[in-house]
C-alpha cells in the first residue's frame, strides 16, 4: 500500500529543508581586475556560490601566492566545509592543505594546478596550460616564417598559466636555429606594462615580427604601442599578435584580421564545482580527479563574426 503523508509531516520536512544548514565555502582567488578572463571567472563563481543555491561563501582575491595561503589558513581555521582554489603561484600549498585534511575542509582545486600530492584535494577542474601553449606554438610554426624573431611577454611569473605558455615557446626556440626571443620580459597580465615594455623594445631599433603575449590585454597592451610607432600588424602585416583567453574584444581584433591568433582559456568552472560539492555532500566520490576544460584556438583567417559571439568571454 502507498504510504501517504500527512499534512504535518510535509510541512515539517519542507520546514527542515528550509532551513538546512548553508554549505560553507572560502574562495582563494586572482585580483578580478587581472583579466577579462579573470573578471569571468569571478562572475561565475559569484552567481554559482550563493546562498540561493545552499551556499554561504568568503571570498578572498590576491596575485600574491604568500597572501593566498595565509587567507586559505584562516579559512580553515575558521572552519568552512569546502576550499576552492586558483592558486596566484604553483608551490608553496602542501602545508595549508595538509592542516585542511586534518581539519575535516575539503579542498577543490580551480583553474590552475599546484605543486601538491593529489591526495590532499578532493578534485581539479583546470585548464591545460602546457597544451594551450603547445597549440599556439604549433600554430605559429605553420605560418612558415624564415626567421621568428619574437616578443615574448610573459604573464605572473610562476603561475600555471605562465609556466604552460612560456615552456611551449622556450622549447621550441631551444631546438630551432631560426627562432629568436628579441625580449622575454613579464608584464603581470597587464595592458600598460606590456605596452612600456614593446615601446622599448621599438625605442631599441631592435626587429621583431611575432608578439606573443600570455593573455589578451598585454596583446592590446602591445598593439598600442604598434599603433604608436605605425608598425603594421595582423593577417599579411609585419608583426603576427597572439594572444590567449579568448575575450570578446579579442576575438574582434581577430575577425578584423588585426590579430592573427587567440588562444581559449575557459573561465567557467563554477558549475563543474558545484555538481562535484553536491555529489561529495551525498558521499559520492568525483568521476574524474582532473576535469580538463575543452580549449582551442582561433585563427584570424577562420574565424567568423559567429564564433567570436560564441566563444568570447
Not at 574582434?252 to 564545482?273: H, M, T
Request: net charge neutral; hydrophobic share 40%.
Amino acid at each position: 500500500m502507498k504510504k501517504v503523508l500527512s499534512i504535518a509531516a510535509v510541512a515539517a520536512i519542507a520546514l527542515t529543508s528550509a532551513f538546512a544548514a548553508p554549505i560553507k565555502v572560502g574562495i582563494i582567488n586572482n585580483d578580478p581586475n587581472e583579466s577579462g578572463y579573470r573578471t569571468a571567472n569571478v562572475n561565475d563563481m559569484k552567481a554559482t556560490f550563493t546562498k540561493k543555491n545552499g551556499y554561504q561563501a568568503q571570498f578572498f582575491y590576491s596575485l600574491k601566492n604568500d597572501e593566498q595561503i595565509a587567507a586559505a589558513r584562516k579559512f580553515v581555521q575558521d572552519e568552512v566545509d569546502y576550499l576552492l582554489i586558483s592558486a596566484a603561484g604553483t608551490s608553496g600549498w602542501t602545508s595549508v592543505l595538509k592542516e585542511a585534511q586534518e581539519q575535516g575542509t575539503k579542498v577543490i582545486l580551480f583553474d590552475r594546478t599546484i605543486d601538491a600530492p593529489d591526495s590532499l584535494y578532493e578534485a581539479s577542474i583546470v585548464s591545460d596550460m602546457a597544451a594551450e601553449g603547445k597549440t599556439a606554438v604549433d600554430w605559429l610554426s605553420k605560418q612558415g616564417l624564415k626567421e621568428y624573431k619574437i616578443v615574448h611577454l610573459q604573464g605572473v611569473m610562476g603561475s600555471a598559466a605562465q609556466k604552460g605558455r612560456s615552456g611551449a615557446l622556450d622549447a621550441k626556440v631551444k631546438a630551432n636555429a631560426n627562432w629568436t626571443i628579441v625580449k622575454q620580459q613579464t608584464a603581470s597580465w597587464n595592458a600598460e606594462t606590456a605596452q612600456q615594455i614593446v615601446q622599448a623594445v621599438i625605442d631599441s631599433g631592435k626587429d621583431f615580427n611575432v608578439i606573443y603575449a600570455e593573455n589578451d590585454d598585454m596583446a592590446k597592451g602591445a598593439v598600442a604601442a604598434l599603433d604608436k610607432a605605425n608598425i603594421p600588424h595582423g593577417v599579411g602585416k609585419k608583426v603576427i599578435i597572439m594572444g590567449f583567453d579568448c575575450n570578446k574584444w579579442a576575438l574582434d581584433e581577430l575577425v578584423a584580421k588585426r590579430w592573427n591568433y587567440d588562444g581559449q582559456c575557459n573561465p567557467f568552472q563554477a558549475s563543474y564545482i558545484d555538481s562535484i560539492i553536491k555529489d561529495l555532500e551525498k558521499g559520492k566520490k568525483p568521476a574524474q580527479k582532473t576535469v580538463i576544460m575543452v580549449e582551442k584556438g582561433f585563427d584570424a583567417t577562420k574565424i567568423t563574426a559567429a564564433d567570436a559571439k560564441k566563444y568570447g568571454i
